[in-house]
């Protein structure tokens, strides 16, 4: 899932103006992996967090080790 897409399904089941949703794919969830290629601490999967800011919608990339 890319960020596009992550947009348009929160677009399709009508993320109201001030919610968020958190969405993953079956692939970023099927396939952790570290931070960087020298990183030895634990591996994480990534996901998406879309908001409806005023009926815009706007997503940013998380990590499952996000604090």
């Known amino acids: ?3 596009r897409q992550a ?8 993320v109201a103006p001030g919610d ?4 993953q ?3 970023q969830i ?3 992996h570290p931070h960087s290629r020298n990183d030895t601490g634990p591996h994480h999967v990534d996901g998406w967090r ?6 815009q ?3 940013s990339k998380i990590h499952s080790d996000d604090r």
């Open 57 to 59: 919608y706007h997503a």
């Open 1 to 3: 899932m890319n960020e």
């Open 7 to 14: 947009i348009e399904y929160a677009q399709q089941i009508g």
């Open 50 to 55: 879309v908001e409806n800011i005023g009926g």
């Open 25 to 27: 794919s079956e692939g």
């Open 20 to 23: 968020h949703i958190f969405l």
């Open 30 to 32: 099927m396939n952790p």
